[in-house]
């Protein structure tokens, strides 16, 4: 089994302030991926990555950048916090080639409090 | 793109009583589909996956239905303990392989004693 670590557990910024959340599993997995979770709205996909060095925009990459340093970590970077921003961000990984029916496995989250 | 609609948002019942949970997708090519349950302060677990071509899933305690002519994905908690209380999400994709899950927006469930 693997698991995936999501630091910080909580991040408490300023508004406007640039903050960065960081992702890391030991799977092995090649694809990662960033959702953001607001309450009574599912879970929505920022940004992914199919391998080491690779970046795709989701539905609500506006606002974010990510990185994909290598092929255990993941991260993701508010630009530029917003008071609307408070939510869990959540990191996944899944095994590419498999198509679509990839389990994705998901971290346990960073709560993010815009102040 | 694909459209998740996820009912009811909020359930509760007893324990011992079932509590069914629908979601309604709109792209009919979607083939791999997904229920995960989050309990409180926890992250997703994975509760099953299903393929198109299947139309009935039993899992430890509940039954997942898929109905594709009405493209509608439905999960039966059978019996259900206090255990079960947590949050619920489907989540969909396409035959293609689309890298990201469409998620439901998500449903509480509450089991009372």
């Known amino acids: 089994g693997g698991i995936i670590t999501q630091t910080p557990k909580f991040l408490i910024g300023q508004e406007g302030q640039k903050l960065t959340l960081k992702c890391q599993q030991n799977f092995n997995h090649d694809t990662m991926y960033w959702y953001r979770q607001d309450s009574g709205k599912g879970l929505r996909l920022i940004y992914y990555?199919?391998?080491?060095?690779?970046?795709q925009k989701g539905d609500l990459s506006e606002g974010y950048d990510a990185s994909r340093e290598k092929k255990s970590s993941f991260s993701l970077t508010v630009t530029s916090a917003q008071k609307n921003e408070m939510a869990v961000f959540l990191c996944?990984?899944?095994?590419?080639?498999?198509?679509?029916?990839?389990?994705?496995?998901f971290g346990p989250g960073t709560r993010l409090t815009v102040l | 793109g694909e459209q998740v609609e996820q009912r009811p948002p909020h359930l509760s019942v007893r324990e011992g009583d079932s509590a069914f949970i629908t979601c309604t997708y709109t792209?009919?090519?979607?083939?791999?589909f997904f229920w995960y349950k989050q309990e409180p302060g926890a992250s997703l677990q994975l509760l099953m996956k299903?393929?198109?071509?299947?139309e009935i899933n039993e899992g430890q305690g509940f039954t997942v239905l898929l109905n594709k002519k009405d493209k509608r994905l439905s999960l039966n908690l059978t019996a259900a303990h206090p255990g079960d209380s947590a949050a619920y999400f489907c989540a969909v994709s396409p035959y293609q392989g689309g890298r990201a899950l469409i998620f439901g927006t998500g449903t509480t469930v509450s089991v009372s004693p």
């Open positions: 792209d009919p090519n979607s083939y791999y």
């Open positions: 990555s199919i391998t080491e060095n690779d970046l």
């Open positions: 996944a990984s899944s095994i590419t080639g498999t198509g679509g029916l990839a389990e994705q496995f």
């Open positions: 299903v393929f198109s071509s299947t």
